[in-house]
């Protein structure tokens, strides 16, 4: 009797015993579930936030921002003969077709007189990133700026040089003074006078004007917004045609790219705009413009 009780119980235990083992595995496989879900959640909890929307979220008119009277008056001379109502349409400029006002805007103007024709153009961009969270509205205009940078092929400003850059290569020493030079023999001139019919020194040698101006060029601007270039072209000379020169500059200020060009074309063959004006009165408006995005 105790023999056949025990063959009736042991098979009991077994089953309860594989059981138990399979309860077991089971709670083990829902714990490291558990546990591989806490560790994702926690993972994706730690993602950067979106950087904030840029500074501007719209743009200002175009026309306006650039309605200096004196400023246009300078860069825009007034035709002789023209009406009250011809003159404020001259300065008031005309608007470029838009299709989105608050992303990309422009304004116009022309002036023609007798001796040449000016032409101005106003344009504003404000840059938008798509994804905030790989890179801010700034950081776009910043890559738009950029790229015209490098369509004007000027270089991208870079760090300064330290002045212990140069201490790797310590200067020579110092070269010896020449010998002094022997007297002139008698009747000879001396080698700082001017010969007979030389020119004395500061007067220019003949052919050239003295008071042709230096051109300024194509470079990299400070203290205009947050990063600016101005690009100078001057258009080939030929037996007919006049040379016009074209100036323009842009600037960033946050996420907003401004543009300014100016043109000058003279009428007669053999007149050249002189750079430093026409630089020297796109850039005041530029710096006007500047500061109405500060206001």
């Known amino acids: 009797m105790q023999r056949t009780a025990v063959r009736r119980v042991l098979p009991g ?27 994702d959640s926690k993972a994706g909890g730690s993602s950067a936030a979106p950087a904030q929307p840029g500074k501007y ?19 825009l001379p007034e035709p002789d003969g023209l009406t009250p109502e011809q003159r404020d349409q001259l300065y008031a ?18 002036s023609q007189t007798p001796e040449e024709t000016r032409l101005l153009s106003v344009g504003f961009e404000r840059v938008v990133s798509y994804d905030r969270g790989a890179a801010s509205d700034d950081d776009k205009a910043k890559q738009v700026y950029v790229r015209l940078l490098t369509d004007a092929h000027l270089p991208f400003p870079g ?16 070269a010896s003074p020449p010998p002094p030079a022997a007297p002139p023999a008698s009747g000879a001139p001396s080698a700082g006078a001017p010969s007979a019919g030389a ?25 205009l917004g947050t990063e600016a270039f101005l690009d100078d072209k001057l258009s080939a000379a030929g037996a007919t045609a006049a040379q016009s020169r074209t100036v323009r500059i842009v600037f960033r200020t946050s996420n907003v790219i401004v543009k300014v060009e100016y043109s000058v074309q003279p009428t007669l063959p053999g007149t050249i705009p002189p750079s430093g004006e026409t630089q020297d009165r796109a850039r005041q408006l530029a710096q006007a413009l500047a500061e109405r995005f500060n206001e």
Do not use: F, I
């Open 159 to 174: 760090p300064a040089t330290t002045p212990g850059q140069g201490a790797a290569n310590p200067p020579g020493p110092a």
């Open 57 to 75: 979220r719209s743009l200002p008119a175009p026309c306006r921002a650039a309605a200096d009277s004196k400023k246009l008056k300078a860069m």
């Open 93 to 110: 400029g005309v608007a470029d077709a838009s299709y989105d006002g608050d992303r990309h805007v422009g304004c116009r103007w022309t």
């Open 199 to 223: 020119p004395a020194a500061g007067t220019p040698a003949p052919g050239t004007s003295p008071s042709a101006q230096p051109e300024l060029g194509s470079r990299v601007l400070e203290g």
């Open 13 to 39: 235990l077994a089953m309860l015993t594989a059981l138990a083992a399979g309860a077991a595995g089971l709670t083990g496989c829902s714990g490291a579930s558990d546990g591989g879900s806490t560790s």
